[in-house]
């Protein structure tokens, strides 16, 4: 059941810190503060290549993981959606690595997308919340998110446990390749060991992220902004917004607003920022200056670090947990779950069973 909450997406929002806790602890030992992965029939120290592919949120969490095997690993991550992947025919390395993600294991277009990597001479391995699922009997390995049935349409807990198992693997590899240092793969570790009590303390954020919703429920248009691993972010924010508001959204990298999203802005069409401090902040506020120019209206997601340099640029402003930059997309990530849930109530839409959605797509 519900558990006393209004929707499964309300109960499923709350189980994000026991979720990430038990996905977790599957991979990381918090004593050694080592990730040790389950024994893989391939070798990560020597594949060359990997092709991500996953579909809907789970490709976006994919496109996070991206930008972690890059920096951490510094290994050549590909990342297409299903539906494209399996109709492209891309030169694939001997010994590449295929890396599949999905909640359900039974996607058609990434099943489908498995089977041409195999074809291909790939190493498949998956990472899924069913291990009793078609993709988890046809994969090499599989890495299991522990998030437990979801039942909401929209994903919320398992694209965060995704998240998770994602950053283990970037670590993993990282050390197996010898591009990440024993001291920096401690601390990334220690991050992601601290998560679970920051994931709770964002869900306290709720009333800041009710007043944020009321601005949003009232437009017709909604642009997400981010860089760097906060695109993905505000991909399944915008996502999340249209699967259960009804409301357009767009996710647009922030260096790409003034190539032709730009155009678009004024005082009803909000933008929501996902901004954590780290590297590429400065750059992300300078583009929501170019847009609060132009007559935007600022809502924004950033950390204690960005909020006082957003106070004359957002309108609004969720502080969420300061953590690790490394980190940070898996806390961001349950804010525009959140922010979305709270415009679906005020919109008084069918949360859990969005109309012509379906939890698991079976059929290309
Ligand atoms: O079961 P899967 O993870 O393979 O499903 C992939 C997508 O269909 C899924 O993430 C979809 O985009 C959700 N409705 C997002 O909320």
Same mark, same amino acid.
């Given at each position: 059941g519900k558990d006393g909450y209004r929707h499964y997406m309300e109960k499923e929002l709350h189980e994000h810190p026991s979720v990430i806790g038990q996905t977790l602890r599957r991979m990381l030992d918090p004593a050694t503060r080592q990730v040790v992965l389950p *024994?893989? $029939?391939?070798d990560l120290a020597t594949i060359p290549r990997i092709t991500m592919t996953a579909c809907g949120s789970a490709y976006y969490a994919g496109l996070v993981g991206r930008h972690w095997l890059e920096s951490i690993a510094r290994l050549p991550t590909d990342a297409d959606v299903a539906s494209e992947l399996r109709y492209r025919e891309p030169p694939l390395p001997e010994g590449g690595l295929g890396l599949l993600i999905s909640? #359900?294991? *039974?996607?058609a277009d990434t099943l489908a997308a498995l089977r041409g990597l195999h074809g291909a001479g790939q190493h498949v391995l998956s990472v899924l919340n069913? $291990? *009793? #699922?078609t993709m988890a009997r046809e994969s090499d390995a599989v890495l299991e998110t522990v998030a437990g049935p979801e039942i909401c349409v929209a994903s919320t807990k398992a694209f965060t446990a995704q998240l998770c198992v994602l950053a283990c693997l970037a670590i993993a590899t990282g050390t197996a390749r010898g591009t990440l240092g024993e001291e920096r793969a401690g601390a990334l570790t220690a991050a992601l060991t601290d998560l679970p009590g920051r994931a709770s303390e964002l869900l306290t954020l709720r009333e800041d992220i009710q007043a944020m919703a009321q601005v949003v429920a009232e437009a017709r248009d909604v642009l997400y902004l981010g860089r760097g691993a906060a695109f993905p972010i505000a991909l399944e924010g915008a996502l999340k917004l249209k699967e259960i508001s009804y409301i357009h959204a767009e996710a647009y990298a922030a260096g790409e607003m003034k190539h032709g999203p730009i155009a678009l802005i004024d005082r009803t069409v909000p933008v929501v920022a996902i901004a954590p401090g780290g590297r590429l902040f400065e750059k992300t506020a300078s583009n929501l200056q170019e847009a609060k120019a132009r007559g935007a209206r600022i809502l924004a997601f950033t950390d204690a670090d960005g909020a006082p340099k957003l106070l004359n640029i957002a309108e609004q402003i969720v502080v969420v947990p300061t953590v690790d930059p490394f980190v940070a997309p898996i806390l961001h990530a349950i804010a525009v779950q959140m922010l979305a849930y709270e415009v679906a109530l005020l919109k008084g839409t069918d949360v859990d069973q969005p109309r012509n959605l379906a939890k698991s797509v079976t059929v290309e």
């Open positions: *024994e893989l $029939p391939f909640q #359900s294991g *039974e996607t069913v $291990p *009793e #699922s």
